[in-house]
């Protein structure tokens, strides 16, 4: 494979790229699915990508295939050239420079298929006896496992190695001609060494689901809080990280242009990305830089963009060290049942299911799997109720993040409330 | 080679068990430009070959992107072995797949020339150029193409042979303005569908007509209202009625998630909506109409066939794969489709419609005296449950029976089974539409289509 990929960039010097980047990653997975609560298909995939970027007369193009053919790539080189000929001189195209030569590995090199069928079985043991009302539509865990070599015309030269497991149930509960809505969580784990049950929140949301078979409204409309909990924190997070990359910012239509160093969400919000720390990241960005654990919001104020090398180099700003993703929310101090009990009236929310935000971050959707809480308790699932507001304004008024966090393997969360929604 | 001269019959002999045999290519073309400039020029082709082995209630599943003779001799002998291994641990009460044999062919690749990469480039610059020149008052514009080629060639173990070439050419024009406060406001529409890049698109220029509609949307949502949250008579475009019929009950009628606890489960034979409503997930052709995702036998190797979903408002059927409908006790109905060639098939809907009524667009905006007409959707979502949403990107209030002011963007939601039953007007025409991907496990292209519909549905809003 080293070779295979030292001889692609060869071709593209050769070719005449003045610039040129090679990513070449063999990948294996592996997978093990139960469908209705029993086992039900074993699937092993082997592919081989190439990734060729090339830039000439500020040109660029990128043309992937999974064939590692001397025929395949002198073809997609041919067809590279043709690709990056016919675009437009951009001089914001370029590649990472000369950096030392590095090696990244993380996590298995092969899977455990007796802990893949353990694990999976103990699962559905659990949920059969524990749940019986829970109908476990999709089950699966698997191990993927990549190796990537990573070249450029400049110098960069590196490999990575990485081996993790992944976790991704979907589950309705139904009971007589009561169901629940759809429920899932998912993990991505560096072994398998405990029940899945325990991974990402599942037996929560496995339980809370068997509640969901009989749901009521919300007795009115009115404007109150949301506790936004870690399955559904991404949602809210989605619009922040998005308007801070490139498109929106290098177009100038991002709530957060000009942001860099000011105050744009609450000082009870920090969020990294740790694509390093997390096993469900990444080692090198998209560019070709080693990913580093990066600080986006500290204590409210917007610390990084997430520009890539062309963003940075289109807006003149800084280039981030992570692609994003791997998102961590800092924990708060408070206990989530206390966190809970400071709600007057509100939506315990677990799933969004709502259009995506405006420019302007106006958003509303449909909370899903989802409790009304008056006077600071829990009081029973809700079902067509529908919350509305503004993502920006929503960040700026987070009033409190809890000392409980859920470790998605891809994400860390906690539970968070933001006041100042409409539900109805 | 074409992948439709392989002749994968010859590795029948090595096929002790059901087999499913599946070499594909999937060729992705993505070019975008943001306010002039070339941000996305990548071309990927992905391909290999697949063995699906069942064998006593389980399937063994392998892959693998070479796709020569050894290749795909260790891709059907590394599936045997998976379903051999799986079924050791883990038997499944034994479930008689339904036999299949049918040969299909089709191919939706352009007979004309194709364009090279710069023409195309070059007639997105014109489309750019177009825009930029009669829109001055734009913060930012962006046109994008996507192309996707899925070409197929399957054999079975039972004999059924199918090739298809299914092909799609969507670009998607974004506009941003301004409104008064300084705030972006955004607008975008997806043209194109079915076919090659060469056979859907004519000349930049032949875009003119719907940009402009486009960009006075654009201007009349620059002083848009928000909606009244709450339920309301509202009409649905047929964009809306399309994503109405494919999240709202499409996924609901799913053999699968029927069986994983769907309500439509508990409403076969029912009435489900007003009986102006009939529902068909087609396979290929309406009225003699090429759909836009056409399916002539799916990737278990029967021949596709179209499902009454609702017939005058009553639910008749649900989609089956081999499996749901041994299990059911009807016949398969060809909605088994994989999206690439390492993924295993599912029951995915193909071309899902409301069939069209008797009733006027102008008659129906006319009867409403105070609501909604909305146009376009973005994204939308199921539930078991029946329960929907979807955000609406463009729509107009409707007062004493004349469209008013545009609407900020909004998300509407409800009960498929319950909202449908508010049906009280269709209209005679109907749209289709392939512009979006449909996720469940695998993303695929899908087809969606229908008239305008008047009915009650939850708006959110102030």
Redesign the interface.
Known sequence: MTHFAEQALDALTKRGFSKARVQLTESE?H??AA??G????????????ISLLGIVDDK????????CTHEALHDAVE?LW???????P?P?NDIAERQPKASFVAGAEVPDHDAM?ERL?ELLDHSRTQYPTL?M??AIVTFNKRRSRFLNSNGVDFESRRGSYGMSL?F???DG?D????NYTGAALAQLDRPLKDCANADTLMRQTTEQVRTRKVPA?FTGDLVITPESLSDFLGFLTQNIS??PM????S?YHGKLGAKVASAKLSLDSRPRELIGGYAITGDGYPAEDTTLVDAGVLRSNLLSL?GAR?TGLTRAATTGGCYVVEAGSTPRDALIGEVERGVLITRF????????G?????A?NSYYIEGGEVRYPL??T?V?GNMAELLANITTVSRERVDFGFAVYPWVRATGI?I? | MSLRDENLAAYGNRMSRYTELRLQKNTNLRISLLNGDVVANAKSADSGISARVFHDGVWGFSSRAEIDGDAITKTIDEASRNAELLAKYAPRSEIELPPARTKKESDFATKKARFSQAQMIAFLQAIDARIAERYPDLKSRSVTLADLDMEKRLYTSEGSDGYSNTTRSLIVVNMVTTNAAGQPVELRQVFGGRGQFEDVFSSPAALDDEIDALHAHLMKKREAVAPRAGVHDVILDSELAGILAHEAIGHTTEADLVREGSVAGDFLDQLVASPLVTMVDYAHTRDGETLPVPVYIDDEGVESRDAVLIENGVLKSFMHNKESSSLFGVNPTGNARAYQFFDEPLIRMRNTAILPGNDKLEDMIASIEDGYYLMWPSNGQADSTSEFMFGVTLGYEIKNGKLGRAITDTTIAGVAFDMLKTVSMVSDEMSWSCAGMCGKKQIIPVGMGGPSIKCRIHIGGQ
């Open positions: 997975h997978e093990l469908e209705f029993e086992l039900s298909l074993l699937r092993t995939n082997h592919d081989t990508s660029q193009g990128s043309v992937s295939i999974n064939k067809d043709q690709v990056a000929q016919g675009s437009r951009d914001a069928f079985s109908k539509g999709g979907m309705t509960a139904k001609k169901t629940s809505s759809f409309k490139d498109v290098i177009a100038k239509t709530l062309y289109k299911s709502g259009g995506r935000p405006n420019d302007k106006d958003f509303s959707g449909i899903k079902s067509e529908m509305s409409g109805s």
